[in-house]
């Protein structure tokens, strides 16, 4: 163990005496934190929708029909519980639902107003304001065909409850897609190129041939980045929850743990980049093709997966960082526990202990 820690004090060395690293472990993440927070938005066309219709009468079912005729939404089930609705909201299915109270046509045929409610999932906010307006939209013109058609002036009113971020802030959306970009893009990147830069300064030969087990060495590099990772994550809560104004919902603890299953997700991937590359450049652009763009396109962070073809639908299962982008918007801003996140937590540790048993295996212990 005194050998194993010395390799990590060794470790630790070469990251606080390089500036760029330096820069890139602590200086990226704040910018792209404070950037992203504040800068960018994103917009949705369609999403998946419920339906809680309490009156099952003839004028619900036909709003319901003007509902699935349109091609903004996909009703998948049309619900009689509202505690079916919220565990469809808690497991992240749906994004909008609408509540229709009983006496719908009663209240329409004899009081010629009648109210709805529109229930959103704003932990992103421009897929809930885009939602809610087209829905309003969908009611308001069902209004004027029975304005219309009965030749009174029939009125629906629409009561709008959103869940998760009231204030329509961009913050809740973007700090964990940031989140789960930073550590992936500083996991596999620093933890490839710190090993092929052994292997081109030569000195990985003198770490193999040491009295000491070959995996411990590349063990002991992946340390000091866990610790980096964490004091990462750490940076980028405290600036979202006092800079940010995000509110903080979830348990840390089980943040921290998933955190941890995805940064060993991350230096595993690099690993196993370091036992296909013999140069740092090639490493570092391997990593940033491997992370930065799936990351960014198939993780649902820029863009939703279920607007994408079957195919990138399919492959954006492979990306870690859809998983985790999944777990932590689960447990920062809806509160949720390891109950609703556990397959995602399943998969994520699955896919880290095929990469870290791949790269182990592809690990030459004896250099050529």
Known sequence: MKQFINFIKKEFYHVLRDPKSLLMLFGVPIAQIVLFGFALTNEIKNSNIVIVDNAMDNASQKLIYEIRASKYFNVGQIFMNPDQMDAAFKTGKVKLALV??????NDLQHLHTAQVQIIADASDPNTATTLTNYMTSIISDYQNQLWQDGGLPYSILTQQRILYNPELAGAPNFVPGVVAMVLLLICVLMTSVSI?????????EVLLVSPFNPFLVIFSKMVPY????????????????????????GN???????????????????????????TQQTAMNTSFLLTMLPTMLLSGYLF????????????????????????????MLKGLGIKYI?????????????????????FKIRLQ
């Open 100 to 105: 229709i109270p009983k006496d719908f046509d």
């Open 196 to 204: 092929v830069r052994e292997k081109e300064m030569g000195t990985l």
């Open 226 to 249: 866990i610790v980096v990772s964490l004091i990462n994550l750490t940076i980028i809560l405290i600036l979202s929850v006092y800079l940010l104004d995000l509110p903080f919902k």
């Open 252 to 278: 840390l603890l089980l943040l921290y743990g998933e955190s941890s299953i995805f940064i060993v997700c991350g230096l595993s991937l690099g690993l196993l980049i370091s036992t296909l590359t013999d």
């Open 304 to 331: 939703p997966i279920e607007n994408m073809p079957l195919f990138l639908r399919i492959l954006s299962n492979i990306i870690p960082a859809k998983w985790f982008y999944i777990i932590i918007k689960s447990v």
């Open 342 to 362: 556990w397959r995602e937590t399943l998969i994520l540790s699955g896919m880290t202990v095929f990469f870290l048993t791949v790269s182990l295996r592809n």
